[in-house]
């Protein structure tokens, strides 16, 4: 895909719906400025079926509201 590790790992957390919040460990403003660019990758559906395969989705509790 040509991008790194980190983007590929964020865009994928902020895709999959069993996420419900990416926290990202940067220590300075350069690294959190390049996470931030994970926002805006979209990664193509045979890549996620890739990941998919290694990281199989699993059934999540959803919220009826508090």
């Known amino acids: 895909m040509g991008i790194s590790a980190t983007h590929l ?3 994928w957390c902020l895709k999959n ?3 419900t919040s990416v926290i990202t ?3 300075s403003l ?3 400025e390049n ?3 994970a926002a805006d990758i979209e ?3 045979e890549v996620m079926i890739k ?3 290694i990281y199989p989705p ?3 509790v959803e919220s009826e509201g508090i």
């Open 9 to 11: 790992s964020i865009a």
């Open 17 to 19: 719906p069993a996420v």
């Open 25 to 27: 460990g940067a220590t």
């Open 30 to 32: 350069s690294q959190a």
């Open 35 to 37: 996470n931030l660019q």
């Open 43 to 45: 990664i193509p559906d």
């Open 51 to 53: 990941l998919e395969k």
């Open 58 to 60: 699993v059934e999540t």
